[in-house]
């Protein structure tokens, strides 16, 4: 019995160790993105069903005795493969860098080749283990349930979560991760390979036992009906686990512990479902559910509460969804001797919900509501298990005061949801959604009857102009005149004179109102539809069309595009760098590290200044410039401008960096520059391979 246990507790802790480890290593070729998580989860779910599919084949089609022979051959050719790219990539399963992206025009197929490649085999043979182990040992060991082995499962997958970020991710390079990912994976194939061969001697035996004591509910087929519930509880619970972490990490930064946070709650209800019934009763989650989705409600109608309540409500609600899901799946189940095929169905729902959220979703809906009607579908669900299996409740008339409670509470949360989402974008003169997020249009009054135009993704505006002609050349937002960003671009000795600009993200192009004749200004934007927008696309902003500069666009992951021109021999050595490349009010952790600092003053000319936009409601980025400009030894100016809202003006907070001090000195941005004398910081420099965002939560 032990190495059954130990391979699928292996097996488990490894497919959920690679995930956060190999997403986190290709997030920065992809622009830091939220949505990179989901596209790495839904590659991930399909290679389980892939897995989970072959599970149910060899074990439904193959002779017991074959079985052992065609799985240890698969083993050992994926063992194959992790030996030849151990010899050529600098650990078997990280690409080099010469593998990132030229463009991204079609993001969610690139990553999909990329993990096809470099984790494909093995992830998928490990994603085999358990429905098979399981079947093997509900074959050796006929008189003990084999549910309790997908517990463990479970159990393995959350504690892999559950030290990733806090002990592998902090203390071991990505290279060294993926080494020791390595060797941990040659050991279950040992393993694996073992209890497969050990299993064949089961297989009479347990024929024997069939024969002797045959079971009706083993014979008995599972109905459509059910088959149907299996797929459409597993696959809303997919839904809600992708829709959440969506939203979480888009407001603060796609980093591997906000990814991880609903992964691991997901995990823990299957443990608890999965473990006995007696962890699921459907009155109390039943009320849970009704709290958690009215906390939800309260979140879309103030969605500049603390961030951290948030946090907490959005934990709630994907605890209560999940163990709905997960606790009826499980109370559902079909005898062990069609596990292989309950599992199947369970990940094909799985897929379905990961299909819906990347595909689906941002064709049918402009804004992410996936999360939204996910929700009103757990209630929908719920009200239909009421139905199928009664509420263990008595007298009968308290079961029947409970499921019209149920009834009542569904149509609610539908109506609620409808009218929300019809009334969120209802003022929007353009709404589009594509990899990179959700982007709205508006126009609105400021105060003295003017009207602006004005950029929005997510709830953070990037960007207002007026609609008075007269007036379109006043710089708004977040780049007033006393800006920052504005006064080391108007103080700096070349401005007027070929004064060359590099802004890392585009926005509605604001800063090119500066540009002189004679002057470059080059964006980087890996967004098109925001290239689209603010070059003129439906008349709204003209910045970049009323510029005297000569102004470039670069389509990409800004960091990735400055690395090619390093290779291509190109050093920009602009004058200003400015660093805006804000996804929402998310923080792209990959554009603030030791690595990326190092390409920045690489372009970066001998009288050049860094202008980095620290404006933000959740994190204070303070901390993580100064470790910086203390690494680099950089002088370092503080710039706190004042907001005018009759004016479209922001307050903003820029921090000025410059290896020569002398720029910094200027009169004009000295006497704006607040006090640091004495500033110091426990925060750690942040590198590729650490980052630490509870350090700076406001």
Known sequence: MLVYVVSIFLSAFLLFQIQPMIAKYILPWFGGINTVWSTVMLFFQVLLTGGYAYGHYLIGRIKPGRQWKVHTVLLAISVCLILILAFIWASPITPPVSWKPQTVNNPIWQIFFLLAISIGLPYFMLSTNSPLMQAWFNRAFPGQSPY????????????????????????????????????????????AAFAAFSGRKAVSTSSETIVAAPDAGATSRPKVGVVTLWIALSATASVMLLAVTNQITQEVASIPFLWIMPLTIYLLSFILAFESERWYSRVPYMILLFLASIGFFYIIVHPSMNYLVQLGIYAVLMFACFMVCHGELYRIRPHPSHLTMFYLMVSIGGAAGGIFVNFIAPLIFKGYWEMNYGLVFVWILLMVMTFVRSTPIAPHRAKFIFDLLVGISAVCIMIITVFLVNGLYSNSLVTERNFYGVLRVRQSDIGNNEQVFSLIHGITIHGIEFIDPAKRDIPTGYYSEKSGVALAILNHPHYGHGMKTGVLGL?????????????????????????DLAGGKGGYFNFLKDSQSADTVILGDARVSLEHELSAGQSDQFDVLALDAFNSDSIPVHLMTKEVFEIYLRHLGAEGIIAV????????????????????????????????SKQGIYPAQWVLLARDPAPLEN???????????GYSSKVRLWTDDYSNLFQIFR
């Open 667 to 677: 009169r004009a941005i000295a006497k704006f520059a607040a006090p640091m004398e």
């Open 148 to 191: 309790r082995l997908y517990a463990l499962s479970n159990f393995g997958s959350l504690l892999a979560l559950i030290t990733y970020p806090i002990i592998v991710e902090p203390t071991l390079a990505l290279r060294w991760q993926g080494w020791m990912w390595s060797c941990l994976y040659l050991a279950f194939v040992a393993i």
């Open 613 to 644: 936009h620290i404006t933000n409601k959740h994190l204070d980025l303070l901390p993580v410039v100064w470790k910086l400009a203390q690494h680099f030894n950089l002088s370092m100016s503080v710039i706190d401008s004042p907001g005018d």
């Open 507 to 531: 926005g509605i192009g604001t800063l090119a109102i500066y540009g002189q004749p004679g002057d470059e200004y080059r964006f980087y934007e890996i967004n098109p539809e925001v290239a």
